[in-house]
């Protein structure tokens, strides 16, 4: 065995024994590229350096991303604000920052079935993810049903203590399923220990005057939305449904398009006999 080989057999150990992945993917072809653009060893260490960095980031990004538990991925860019127009699209952006995370700010956004709350509640998520933020994404039926266990199995503490630490914290569909009173309580708990710790986006079908019914108290539901609403960015979308949107262009468009089933029929000559 040369060398060259016996060296790149250790460089190789050296890197797995570190978990440096990246350099032991690319430091042959980053040889060559160093060699012709005669690099230092210091410049030549420092490309090592980022590509492991770079590489490492993007793994940490798309972990937090799955760990996260969305159910699907959407960003900023691929909501249409010009169907939704009455949005502040300069606020959302602004949002889409995170400054909010430092002041512990919520994000609320209510509106009907369809116009786009889920998709901005994820692409802010998606966001904090991005910058290596703890995430966590839960359907308010989800929430209720695992804090409802964990106060069964007596792991509650656990359980909030685990949602209070992460950076932010989406629930989804409040306001789709009435919740019992004592859910109602469990719910009231997490968002009480999260009160100016850390930032929860939520989205909702119903007004804050109509919480009263989610909850089955308007105490609790007072309660409640005193600390979500304190330190806050409210949305009140008023807007038509995308689905709907999307069913009607679907329509349009098959009412449109040129027929292809009806046989074609050929004018046929007379001839006229002599």
Not at 16 to 39: P, S
Not at 44 to 64: A, G, Q, T, W
Not at 147 to 171: F, G, P
Not at 245 to 262: E, G, M, Q, W, Y
Request: charged share 25%; with cysteine; hydrophobic share 40%.
């Amino acid at each position: 065995m040369t060398t060259s080989n016996t060296m790149g057999s250790r460089i190789d150990e050296y890197c797995k024994t570190l978990a440096l992945q990246a350099i032991r993917d690319h430091y042959h072809e980053e040889v060559e590229n160093a060699t012709k653009a005669k690099l230092s060893y210091q410049e030549f260490l420092l490309r090592l350096m980022e590509l492991e960095v770079v590489s490492k980031i993007d793994r940490s990004v798309n972990h937090r991303i799955q760990a996260a538990g969305f159910p699907m991925i959407r960003h900023l860019d691929g909501f249409d604000f010009t169907y939704q127009p009455q949005l502040d699209e300069k606020l959302l952006r602004e949002l889409a920052n995170l400054h909010f995370l430092a002041e512990a700010k919520n994000i609320l956004l209510f509106g009907a079935p369809g116009v786009g709350k889920t998709h901005l509640a994820i692409a802010l998520a998606i966001k904090a993810a991005q910058q290596r933020k703890s995430v966590f994404f839960y359907t308010a039926e989800q929430l209720a049903a695992d804090l409802a266990a964990a106060d069964v199995s007596r792991t509650l503490v656990k359980l909030l203590q685990n949602l209070t630490r992460v950076e932010v914290l989406v629930i989804d569909e409040v306001g789709y399923v009435e919740l019992s009173k004592k859910t109602a309580s469990l719910f009231f708990q997490l968002i009480s220990k999260r009160y100016e710790k850390g930032s929860i986006i939520i989205t909702s079908n119903k007004a804050p005057e109509q919480w009263g019914e989610i909850f089955q108290d308007d105490v609790v539901a007072a309660a409640i939305l005193d600390r979500l609403l304190h330190h806050c960015y409210p949305f009140f979308i008023q807007g038509p449904s995308y689905r709907m949107k999307a069913l009607l262009d679907h329509d349009n468009a098959a009412r449109t398009k040129p027929r292809t089933d009806v046989p074609h029929t050929e004018s046929a000559t007379m001839i006229t006999p002599t």
